[in-house]
């Protein structure tokens, strides 16, 4: 069931109004919420709820157990009975192939074939189980009741592409009445304290601002989704990257950058929807993507890219390493473990290790040349220059607004390249785009026209646009009346349908 579908707005339709009319009840709410999401779910294939119900009763008896249980090891053997059942699971069902053919062709050891077919969104609850049972095995969060648990792993606003929410973000939002308190990061945004407890609801039902931010998520989500990625993909993404050799350098090179816009707008119109829609329902979900191609490193990308992701790779797996607690050398290797598993959570494939490793290497690059960049510093400083000198010579933003500019045209570019390997089947087929950028110079151009110019440039451009204006223009919109939000929103629905092409492709993330 495809958010921008008719189909999704009966449901929804339905949906939603119940849960505002059950919101005072907290029990007949959960069970509704929780029956929703298993009707959404069952919507792509029913048999697999009866996976999802397994993997809830399983974390859930882990959790209790482990907060249970005084004894150390006996904690650990009930996080280590829910972690390795999580990743069983996921393993079996996303890779299993993937090794029985690696384990034939490296060693000749055959395996029985399966016919498995991959269950959609099982990376994403997975890792929500995960980061569930570790957060109470820290003491970072109680073992929840069943039931809320149970809401906790299913809710179908973000069940089948994220974002990955984590329980000690959503479970205080399950308590009645809710409230809600922000602070300020210093940098204009604005981010809610721990434990996060809102009040989206009045009496006389969801709060107008939230209403409008709500319909402005889901509309832009729309856009992204409908108007520019598959518009991009059928222009000129899937012809370049299915026959490089067919076309020209320059076809090919714009059917890169659109693959780049393509991902970008597909996945974060999703999430947009996604934390729409649970605004709806009265939760507020973790910002998932920050503008990514505006990153002046490779590091801020990552900041910036699927950002639910990039936490819980670095909180479950990065630091847990021992992060850069043990020297530089030990730094690198962790780096590279944690984005080759990063790599091999979007695909069982070697082009996603491959992709994950590429960007390991260019974050122990960028870090190791920071931690140089001081030394040199230091050795041509003059003498009588004092620290101060020194802190500013290596600040990250110091330099010319030109040298800035020079550096995310590196970034995007780097960023682009790895999305050659992601969107190939094959490294050989990753090297064939490689080679024509190379050689196909000097003929003409069949799939970049003025209009996919024009998306393209567009949307990269769209990212440059002021933090603080786009906030300024958000809260005047939001705060218009009801009547005028509802209103709006119709007509940008009946224009994002006359400007998308016929029918809604699947999303890219939900094959991970």
């Known amino acids: 069931m495809l958010f921008p579908t008719f189909t999704f707005a009966a449901f929804f339709a339905v949906v939603l109004p119940v849960s505002w009319a059950l919101k005072r009840f907290p029990t007949p709410w ?41 004894h150390p090891g006996a904690r650990r053997a009930a996080l280590a009975v829910a972690v390795v059942f999580d990743l069983g699971v996921l393993a079996f069902f996303k890779y299993y192939g993937f090794f029985t053919q690696s384990l034939e062709s490296s060693f000749g050891i055959s395996s029985p074939a399966l016919s498995i077919v991959l269950p959609i969104g099982i990376s994403f609850f ?45 479970l205080p939002q399950m308590r009645f009445p809710r409230r809600s308190r922000h602070r300020g990061n210093g940098s204009g945004r604005r981010e809610l304290e721990e434990p996060v407890q809102l009040e ?48 020209g350098a320059v076809d090919v090179l714009f059917g890169v950058y659109g693959y780049a816009v393509q991902i970008y707008a597909d996945f974060s119109g999703y999430t947009d929807m996604a934390i729409g829609v649970a605004l709806l329902m009265g939760f507020r979900f973790p910002q998932n993507f920050d503008r990514p191609y505006a990153a002046v490193s490779i590091q ?10 990039s936490r819980w790779l670095r909180d479950y797996l990065y630091i847990p ?40 290497v260019g974050l122990a690059a960028e870090r190791l040349a920071g ?47 790895g999305w050659v390997l992601f969107n190939s089947e094959t490294l050989a087929h990753a090297g064939d785009v490689f080679e024509r950028l190379l050689s196909g110079w000097g003929t003409g151009t069949e799939l970049l ?28 919109t939001a705060a218009a009346p009801s009547a005028v939000t509802a209103a709006a929103f119709a007509v940008w629905t009946m224009i994002v349908v006359a400007l998308g092409p016929e029918g809604v492709a699947d999303y890219i993330y939900f094959q991970f």
């Not at 959404?40 to 959790?63: I, K, P, S």
């Not at 801020?300 to 992701?309: K, P, Q, S, V």
Request: charge should be positive.
């Open 321 to 360: 390493l021992g992060g850069n607690r043990r020297g530089r050398v030990r730094t690198y290797v962790n780096l590279l473990v944690t984005m080759g598993l990063g790599g091999l959570w979007h695909g069982a494939a070697g082009v996603f290790v491959v992709w994950g490793l590429y960007h390991g």
């Open 200 to 247: 989206l609801w009045s009496d006389r039902g969801l709060d107008r601002i939230e209403l409008g931010r709500a319909a402005q998520l889901i509309g832009r989500g729309m856009f992204k989704k409908v108007v520019v990625a598959d518009f991009l993909a059928g222009a000129i993404v899937d012809e370049a990257f299915a026959s490089p050799g067919s076309y």
């Open 126 to 170: 997975t890792f929500q189980a995960i980061s569930y049972a570790v957060d109470v095995h820290r003491g970072d969060t109680d073992p929840a009741p069943l039931l809320d648990f149970a809401v906790y792993l299913s809710f179908f606003p973000q069940l089948v592409a994220g974002p990955i929410v984590r329980a000690r973000e959503f």
């Open 371 to 417: 931690q140089l960049r001081p030394a040199r510093a230091l050795a041509g400083r003059a003498p009588d220059a004092g620290p101060a000198a020194s802190r500013a010579s290596s600040a990250p933003g110091a330099g010319s607004a030109l040298g800035e500019w020079l550096r995310v045209l590196a970034v995007f570019h780097f960023v682009c390249a």
């Open 449 to 476: 026209t003025p209009t996919v110019l024009a998306v393209i440039v567009g949307s990269v451009l769209a990212q440059y646009v002021p933090l603080d204006f786009a906030e300024r223009w958000s809260k005047r």
């Open 300 to 309: 801020d990308f990552w900041r910036r890219w699927h950002m639910t992701l």
């Open 30 to 70: 959960k069970l509704f919420v929780l029956g929703a999401s298993y009707w959404f779910y069952a919507a792509w294939d029913r048999r697999f709820v009866l996976l999802l119900v397994a993997m809830t009763l399983v974390n859930a008896a882990a959790a209790r157990m482990n907060r249970r249980f005084a």
